[in-house]
């Protein structure tokens, strides 16, 4: 039980039959469980683990100057931070949060290209089909998070999936929405099955973005075949 306890005593006549106080909303206590905990405590653990970035620095820097010398709106100081950010980060977990309209979009377009630059790529999900289609307007193909997981199950167990659904070392996965999809899943779905200790110098995930996003991607160590 998380609902946090009242400051004040209650006073007699300002209380309902179960003992409340009138002045607390109804239905208004927070539960969680130890599987929300422990998930949680994973991607904060991820966002604090230092991992080798997909993009030097320079790279980014020529890529977005080349964004504004030809787009017609520059990126403004913080797209461009977010961006780099993103790609040039070096933290396992990366968040960023902005209100429609604030370009994420044309962040996300940055980053696609400075990783294409560096000779990897961004894989963009989402955790519907509609948000899919969307994000495909304007990024490499999108797919939906739950059929991404479908066959990157797949491929777990050694079965051939098409080279979309394939991973190689630099990659970066970004979940847009993510916070529709919820801790439990983001954690499951995907942390527990990449991130697994065992699996770390090999499958070398390095960063993993959230924004309104969520991303994650391998960093630049060895790029196993067919991952």
């Given at each position: 039980?998380?609902?946090?306890?009242?400051?004040?005593?209650?006073?007699?006549?300002?209380?309902?039959?179960?003992?409340?106080?009138?002045?607390?909303?109804?239905?208004?206590?927070?539960y969680t469980t130890p599987a929300?905990?422990?998930?949680?405590?994973?991607?904060?653990?991820?966002?604090?683990?230092?991992?080798?970035?997909?993009?030097?620095?320079?790279?980014?820097?020529?890529?977005?100057?080349?964004?504004?010398?030809?787009?017609?709106?520059?990126?403004?100081?913080?797209?461009?931070?977010?961006?780099?950010?993103?790609?040039?980060?070096?933290?396992?977990?990366?968040?960023?949060?902005?209100?429609?309209?604030?370009?994420?979009?044309?962040?996300?377009?940055?980053?696609?290209?400075?990783?294409?630059?560096?000779?990897?790529?961004?894989?963009a999900l989402a955790p519907s089909?509609?948000?899919?289609?969307?994000?495909?307007?304007?990024?490499?193909?999108?797919?939906?998070?739950?059929?991404?997981?479908?066959?990157?199950?797949?491929?777990?167990?050694?079965?051939?999936?098409?080279?979309?659904?394939?991973?190689?070392?630099?990659?970066?996965?970004?979940?847009?929405?993510?916070?529709?999809?919820?801790?439990?899943?983001?954690?499951?779905?995907?942390?527990?099955?990449?991130?697994?200790?065992?699996?770390?110098?090999?499958?070398?995930?390095?960063?993993?973005?959230?924004?309104?996003?969520?991303?994650?991607?391998?960093?630049?160590?060895?790029?196993?075949?067919?991952?």
């Amino acid at each position: 039980d998380l609902t946090p306890p009242d400051f004040h005593p209650h006073h007699p006549e300002l209380v309902r039959a179960d003992g409340t106080s009138i002045y607390r909303q109804k239905d208004s206590s927070t539960y969680t469980t130890p599987a929300v905990l422990a998930a949680e405590d994973a991607l904060l653990a991820a966002a604090r683990t230092v991992v080798i970035p997909a993009v030097a620095a320079g790279d980014f820097d020529a890529v977005a100057d080349l964004h504004d010398r030809h787009a017609t709106h520059r990126l403004d100081p913080g797209q461009r931070a977010l961006a780099k950010a993103f790609a040039c980060g070096e933290r396992l977990l990366v968040a960023g949060i902005g209100p429609a309209g604030s370009g994420k979009t044309t962040v996300l377009k940055v980053v696609a290209r400075a990783l294409a630059a560096s000779g990897s790529r961004l894989v963009a999900l989402a955790p519907s089909s509609r948000a899919a289609k969307v994000l495909s307007k304007d990024l490499p193909a999108a797919h939906t998070l739950h059929g991404w997981m479908i066959m990157r199950d797949k491929a777990a167990d050694g079965e051939q999936v098409p080279p979309a659904y394939q991973l190689c070392a630099g990659d970066v996965v970004v979940v847009d929405e993510a916070g529709m999809a919820g801790t439990v899943l983001l954690y499951s779905g995907w942390y527990a099955r990449f991130f697994r200790p065992e699996r770390f110098e090999v499958a070398a995930f390095g960063r993993l973005l959230f924004t309104a996003l969520f991303a994650f991607g391998m960093a630049r160590k060895q790029r196993p075949a067919g991952l």
